[in-house]
């Protein structure tokens, strides 16, 4: 299943991306495909070591492995840190 993200810009904006990449939507799809791989590298790395620390085997493609890893998202990552910090303080 595949995802569509989409953005608005102001004129100026836009004016701003046209003025510094050929193709503004070209452009915001490889910065966010770039940062993408850059995640799946991070996230596959980590199942990596640990499911192998864990006596267990790797198998899949990088997409398998990301779809399959127990992760959270920055969100929820977040509002855990915040509930955490809460509790500390009171």
């Known amino acids: 299943m595949s995802k569509t993200i989409t953005i608005t810009l102001s004129d100026a904006e836009f004016k ?4 510094v990449a050929f193709s503004a939507q070209e452009w ?3 910065a966010v495909q770039n940062r993408c791989r850059i995640a799946i ?5 980590e199942e990596v070591e640990r499911i192998t620390a864990s006596g267990g085997n790797i198998s899949g493609t990088k997409e398998d492995i990301v779809n399959a890893a127990p992760i959270k998202s920055a969100a929820e990552r ?9 509790q500390q303080g009171a």
């Open 16 to 19: 701003a991306l046209e003025f």
């Open 28 to 30: 915001a799809e490889n």
């Open 41 to 45: 590298e991070q996230i596959v790395a």
């Open 78 to 86: 977040q509002a855990e840190l915040e509930t955490q910090q809460a």
